[in-house]
């Protein structure tokens, strides 16, 4: 599964791997929808009727400046829409999936499986045909230590999403902000601002409480609770976790990488007794990997950091406020103390870091 959940604040870090985003191999086409030599050819009155001339200027003059604008919102409004519902959809279809004894213990071809699938998507929008992006070749010594990375950033959180509810799932996601800033902090000498650190504590505590409630033992069997196994690879996948680019060659590598470990580590269900609405779900799974990981191209290269960060919120929110319903857990349950103290902290922090970044002169 690609790792949508950890847009949840702004670092350095984070902006020097959108600008990498823009500059790198899976640069989306402008969609400005202005065709240049069109308009030049309207600007060239010299060998037209006057009237004729003096229509078109008119049309270049009032109509086209709005089409672009109207354009450009539509498509950022649904590639925002298509990456919040995939996110959505992949998490709740992939909790359903782990949820099959059979299947919990295949995590490795299912990590394949969808690695498989974002390739063969961009695959196809590379080809001339398409040609919504022009791939950035690489050598195989460059892609693989990203692709043991990803491949640990994916296999990891599936696990803790197998192994606990979907609200610490998500909620344990925030921690990736706090974790990327002390490794930057202490391999690049990378400070942030003192509003932010401050932002950041909530943020940890929130999580901490979050883990300790989700985690007891309770009598209601209706209750979806977090085993210990679920808080491992949860903050196991937290540092395996990164900021992904050269995802159009990352991602057969890993895929092929993964298959000389999968006869030693997965144990397989019998593929003849899978029910038929789990291949579906399987399916649907991979589809909403490869399209949030397309979506997020789109999105990085047509809006600017707030745009991104407030998406970014609106999906943990919404992520935990399903799982929530889901897990049967009432409202006066004290874990919501820490969802909306950790939730309450990330955005503080993604404040922070946006007013900060606005005051630095361009």
Request: charged fraction near 15%; hydrophobic fraction near 45%.
């Given at each position: 599964m690609a790792s949508p959940h950890s847009d949840h604040g702004?670092?350095?870090?984070?902006?020097?791997?959108?600008?990498?985003?823009?500059?790198?191999?899976?640069?989306?086409?402008?969609?400005?929808?202005?065709?240049t030599d069109r308009l030049s050819s309207h600007n060239n009155i010299d060998d037209v009727d006057p009237e004729?001339?003096?229509?078109?200027?008119?049309?270049?003059?009032h109509q086209v400046p709005e089409t672009p604008s109207r354009t450009g919102f539509a498509r950022t409004s649904f590639w925002i829409m298509v990456n919040t519902l995939a996110t959505i959809g992949i998490v709740f279809t992939n909790k359903t999936i782990f949820s099959d004894p059979s299947l919990k213990l295949a995590q490795l071809t299912f990590a394949a499986f969808h690695f498989f699938m974002?390739?063969?998507?961009?695959?196809?929008?590379?080809?001339?045909?398409?040609?919504?992006?022009?791939?950035?070749?690489?050598?195989?010594?460059?892609?693989?230590?990203?692709?043991?990375?990803?491949?640990?950033?994916?296999?990891l959180p599936n696990l803790s999403l197998a192994y606990s509810s979907i609200t610490f799932y998500q909620v344990a996601r925030i921690l990736l902000t706090p974790t990327v800033a002390t490794m930057d902090y202490f391999l690049y000498h990378t400070t942030l601002p003192r509003?932010?650190?401050?932002?950041?504590?909530?943020?940890?505590?929130g999580v901490g409480t979050v883990s300790y409630y989700d985690s007891l033992p309770t009598e209601d069997a209706n209750v979806k609770t977090t085993s210990s196994l679920g808080v491992i690879f949860a903050f196991s996948g937290i540092f395996a976790s990164s900021l992904y680019t050269l995802?159009?060659?990352?991602?057969?590598?890993?895929a092929f990488l993964l298959l000389y470990i999968i006869p030693f580590v997965d144990t397989f269900p019998t593929w003849s007794q899978v029910p038929t609405n789990r291949w579906l779900m399987i399916i649907?799974?991979?589809?909403?990997a490869a399209l949030i990981n397309l979506s997020q191209f789109f999105i990085i290269g047509q809006t600017g950091p707030v745009s991104s960060t407030v998406v970014g919120h609106?999906?943990?929110?919404?992520?935990?406020a399903l799982g929530w319903v889901a897990s049967g857990r009432s409202v006066g349950d004290r874990s919501i103390i820490g969802v909306f103290v950790a939730v309450g902290g990330i955005i503080s922090y993604s404040v922070v870091m946006l007013r900060s970044a606005a005051r630095v002169p361009k």
């Amino acid at each position: 599964m690609a790792s949508p959940h950890s847009d949840h604040g702004i670092s350095s870090s984070a902006v020097s791997s959108r600008a990498n985003s823009r500059s790198g191999n899976e640069r989306p086409r402008s969609y400005d929808g202005i065709d240049t030599d069109r308009l030049s050819s309207h600007n060239n009155i010299d060998d037209v009727d006057p009237e004729e001339a003096l229509l078109e200027k008119a049309m270049t003059e009032h109509q086209v400046p709005e089409t672009p604008s109207r354009t450009g919102f539509a498509r950022t409004s649904f590639w925002i829409m298509v990456n919040t519902l995939a996110t959505i959809g992949i998490v709740f279809t992939n909790k359903t999936i782990f949820s099959d004894p059979s299947l919990k213990l295949a995590q490795l071809t299912f990590a394949a499986f969808h690695f498989f699938m974002t390739w063969l998507l961009l695959y196809v929008l590379s080809r001339s045909r398409f040609g919504y992006f022009v791939p950035r070749r690489t050598t195989i010594r460059e892609v693989i230590p990203l692709s043991i990375a990803m491949s640990l950033n994916v296999i990891l959180p599936n696990l803790s999403l197998a192994y606990s509810s979907i609200t610490f799932y998500q909620v344990a996601r925030i921690l990736l902000t706090p974790t990327v800033a002390t490794m930057d902090y202490f391999l690049y000498h990378t400070t942030l601002p003192r509003n932010a650190i401050v932002a950041l504590i909530p943020a940890c505590v929130g999580v901490g409480t979050v883990s300790y409630y989700d985690s007891l033992p309770t009598e209601d069997a209706n209750v979806k609770t977090t085993s210990s196994l679920g808080v491992i690879f949860a903050f196991s996948g937290i540092f395996a976790s990164s900021l992904y680019t050269l995802l159009f060659n990352q991602a057969p590598v890993s895929a092929f990488l993964l298959l000389y470990i999968i006869p030693f580590v997965d144990t397989f269900p019998t593929w003849s007794q899978v029910p038929t609405n789990r291949w579906l779900m399987i399916i649907m799974s991979g589809m909403f990997a490869a399209l949030i990981n397309l979506s997020q191209f789109f999105i990085i290269g047509q809006t600017g950091p707030v745009s991104s960060t407030v998406v970014g919120h609106l999906k943990t929110c919404l992520i935990v406020a399903l799982g929530w319903v889901a897990s049967g857990r009432s409202v006066g349950d004290r874990s919501i103390i820490g969802v909306f103290v950790a939730v309450g902290g990330i955005i503080s922090y993604s404040v922070v870091m946006l007013r900060s970044a606005a005051r630095v002169p361009k």
